[in-house]
């Protein structure tokens, strides 16, 4: 690469080292403040609070890289126009589309990051925070193991033991549900029992009673039984997971599995497949958010007041581009058979940069003898 594209390439690597880390910033903010008040309110230590928000930024990153990359394409290149150097290039007899090589080096290094971010370093953090999050929900399921007082685990939830064995056996339980505005539930058992399973704690209630009072039509059922299981681990911390699911896959585990006709039973072919092509088609979709960044931006002549206008039209194709892939993204979730559909924006974005290029170079003219 010559020294101009050198040049060009360490700028817009260093505006996007700053504008991810900007936007990485605000996003962990964001996400910090909400996971404060819920792990401290909860009992959890800072530590805890740092490794939660940690192994989110795989995802926060993978993002953000898109619109960090387009925002470094747009500054650098106003910045090279408004310097007068972008009018110095073309002057030499260099084209857009030559003068796009570093863009298009920076684009690809930035989805190789994207790509490796959303197959491998993405599904392994969601993973180990899936885990986490199943260790704290059953550290609070164990914190309701206090005699003699009323708790309040979380929203609409309220919890009485009024003894405790030395076997394990839970005396005289009162539970409230009123986390679903319509019905109001009340479990009540002479004794009970906390028991560990596979996809998280239940509590295994004895010779109770279920009171259910429907809030619209005010009507109280009262039904009695012999032995009931409430998993009580999701009513203490519904946003939990408490399944594996696909997304806690790396790439290469989904495609083994394929290959191997492994796949979960709650995980269909076409999820996994869909999940896999999205990996992909995601990641190289920010190549397009970079090049349509710098073709509208290279539409403009030198003007001192910048290219204000350029970047609106920017702006348009950037939302033009995630909005073309949030409608292929809707139909192939619904529709088999349709995976080839998550690839359009990619030839979308092709041909809108491809367009702008060919109308900016205007290659007709120059293909033309002079005039006699």
Known sequence: MSHINNYILKQLLTLFGFFALVLVLIYWINRAVRLFDE????????????????????????????????????????????????????????????????????????????????????????????????????????????????????????FYLKEMNSDGQLGSVFLNDTSNPRTNLTYTASKAFLVRAENGPRLVLIDGLIQSFDNETKQLTVTKFNDFVINIGELISPNVTKTKNITHYTSLEISKELLLGKIHQSVSIHEALFTLNLRISSPLLGIFAVLLGYAALSSGTFSRFGLWRQILVAVFWLISLKFIEGLCIDYVRHVGNSIWVLYLPLLFGFFVFQSVIFTVDRPWLKTQGPLL
């Open 39 to 158: 792990l401290i309110a909860n009992g959890q230590s800072a530590i805890v609070f740092l490794e939660f928000t940690s192994l989110t930024l795989p995802w926060m990153i993978s993002i953000i890289t898109p619109a960090a990359g387009f925002a470094a394409a747009v500054y650098v290149i106003n910045r090279l126009s408004s310097d007068g150097e972008l009018v110095i290039l073309k002057n030499s007899g260099q084209s857009t589309q030559a003068i796009s090589l570093p863009v298009w080096v920076f684009a690809l290094l930035m989805a190789t990051m994207n790509l490796v971010l959303s197959n491998i370093l993405v599904p392994i953090s969601q993973h180990q925070l899936h885990g986490r999050q199943l260790e704290v929900a059953e550290n609070l399921t164990a914190r309701l193991l206090t005699e003699g007082k009323f708790l309040t685990p979380s929203d609409g939830i309220t």
